[in-house]
């Protein structure tokens, strides 16, 4: 059975960094979508990054971002590690919330913009809380 393993996440202060790790099982992670999500208290999930899985003899997939972490939050992968990782840098309060990482198990899946469509693998979610 497909899963996602997260690790990462935990209490920072504001302006401080953390790094989400999202490691499937069963599969190669760098040919297929990989999104992260995030819910705050008292509001709707919502997409936060996501990257394109990568084709055949190509490169890196293309990486989209939600307009609040944009030039904060980067997507890597480690290929030898098979996981991908959100580096979220400069936090601030509003980035409080579960952070779920999911994939698209479709070979060459590439993202739909910031929403889950498609993504038919989950993680169980981490906390991230950052205090001001």
């Known amino acids: 059975q497909m899963q996602l393993v997260e690790s990462g996440g935990g209490l920072v202060q504001a302006g401080e960094s953390v790094t989400l790790g999202c490691a499937p099982s069963?599969?190669?992670?760098?040919?297929?979508?990989i999104g992260w999500f995030r819910q705050a208290p008292g509001k709707e999930r919502e997409g936060v990054a996501c990257?394109?899985?990568?084709?055949?003899?190509?490169?890196?997939?293309?990486?989209y971002f939600v307009d609040s972490v944009k030039g904060r939050f980067t997507i890597a992968r480690d290929n030898a590690k098979n996981t991908a990782y959100l580096q979220m840098n400069n936090l601030n309060a509003e980035d409080t919330g579960v952070y779920y990482c999911?994939?698209?198990?479709?070979?060459?899946?590439?993202?739909?913009?910031?929403?889950?469509?498609?993504?038919?693998?989950w993680g169980k979610g981490v906390l991230v809380t950052v205090s001001s």
């Open positions: 069963g599969y190669t992670q760098e040919y297929y979508a």
């Open positions: 990257q394109n899985g990568r084709r055949l003899g190509g490169s890196d997939g293309a990486t």
């Open positions: 999911a994939a698209n198990l479709n070979f060459g899946s590439t993202c739909r913009g910031l929403t889950d469509a498609g993504m038919d693998t």
